[in-house]
């Protein structure tokens, strides 16, 4: 009984990050994120898989499993939307030192 409880508990909190990761991977939009709270949240996923294993609870396993792969989807995309890709530094200098003709 106690496994079927953390089952469903496993299954509800997982499935609810589904909408969220559908949402930012079809949009890339992760302006309401706070940065700071998917970091932390993420760790905290992780140290629960970690839990989860050492436990060998395979309801905690899995359900930390798919959540952090969610989480860290989303906080790839936030990462990308707060420190986006500087231009290539050799493309610039390429087309500015070219020799000038006489």
Partial sequence: MIDLI????????TLSFVPQAILVIRTK???GISLTMYAM???GVAAWLGYGLS??????ILANAVTL????????IKIRSVFPAQP???????ATSA????
């Avoid at 953390?6 to 909190?13: D, E, K, M, Q, R």
């Avoid at 290539?88 to 390429?94: E, F, R, V």
């Fill in 69 to 76: 792969a969610l989480a860290s989807v989303i906080l790839t």
């Fill in 88 to 94: 290539s530094a050799q493309g610039a200098t390429a």
């Fill in 55 to 60: 436990l060998g609870a395979m309801p905690i």
């Fill in 41 to 43: 949240f993420t760790a």
């Fill in 29 to 31: 939009r992760t302006e």
């Fill in 6 to 13: 953390g089952t469903i508990a496993a299954v509800l909190t």
């Fill in 99 to 102: 020799p000038i003709a006489s």
